[in-house]
T-cell receptor
Framework: NAGVTQTPKFRILKIGQSMTLQCTQD?????MYWYRQDPGMGLKLIYY???????DKGEVPNGYNVSRSTTEDFPLRLELAAPSQTSVYFC??????????FGQGTRLTVV | GENVEQHPSTLSVQEGDSAVIKCTYS??????FPWYKQELGKRPQLIID?????GEKKDQRIAVTLNKTAKHFSLHITETQPEDSAVYFC??????????FGTGTRLTVIP
């Protein structure tokens, strides 16, 4: 039981490039979330999903897209990367009104 | 959407003293309130949570109180130890299953 797995752990992107952050969970959780955490700051919700085929915007969705084709996977797509997207990205999953389990994070730098 | 405010942003206590962190939330439909601890470079991990039908919950040196009428909840750590030093986040789960986080409190326990 691996929990929530994110790849890659680190990535450097050039301005204007695109990439996909992968997130997969093996706990059969229906809820999944993407957060970004800027240095010394809290967690801001980017997108969330309540089940396969259903996604919705969080607090800071601009510049990102998601999909949820299966219960297990919730990839986050960055199009046209900008320096403002330099951050640590966390994926999390949970069931109804229970603990959200976090992945180990992806540290992204846009230069 | 939900707005979670957290105070103080930094807190220093002597080893053995108590620490209290306070949060308020805005969405009266929020019904689950977890607290997470994040050590430097690590993922957030749940330390305690409380549901809206409970006013107080305790787990060894950690306790959480919830006042639904006033929309605030607090984390209490007693007999603090150096290993309690970390960033602590409160969060609120809305009726739409969005999990929103406070801005964090950096706790330093001075030996």
């Amino acid at each position: 039981n691996a929990g929530v797995t994110q790849t890659p752990k680190f990535r450097i992107l050039k301005i204007g490039q695109s990439m996909t952050l992968q997130c997969t969970q093996d706990m059969n959780h229906n809820y999944m979330y993407w957060y970004r955490q800027d240095p010394g700051m809290g967690l801001k919700l980017i997108y969330y999903s309540v089940g396969a085929g259903i996604t919705d915007k969080g607090e800071v969705p601009n510049g990102y897209n998601v999909s949820r084709s299966t219960t297990e996977d919730f990839p986050l797509r960055l199009e046209l990367a900008a320096p403002s997207q330099t951050s640590v990205y966390f994926c999390a999953s949970s069931t109804d009104y229970t603990e959200a389990f976090f992945g180990q994070g992806t540290r992204l730098t846009v230069v | 959407g939900e707005n979670v405010e957290q105070h103080p942003s930094t807190l220093s206590v002597q080893e053995g003293d108590s620490a209290v962190i306070k949060c308020t939330y805005s969405d009266s439909a929020s019904n689950y309130f977890p607290w997470y601890k994040q050590e430097l470079g690590k993922r957030p991990q749940l330390i305690i949570d409380i549901r809206s039908n409970v006013g107080e919950k305790k787990d060894q040196r950690i306790a959480v109180t919830l006042n639904k009428t006033a929309k605030h909840f607090s984390l209490h750590i007693t007999e603090t130890q150096p290993e309690d030093s970390a960033v602590y986040f409160c969060a609120a789960l809305t009726g739409a299953n969005n999990l929103f986080f406070g801005t964090g409190t950096r706790l330093t326990v001075i030996p």
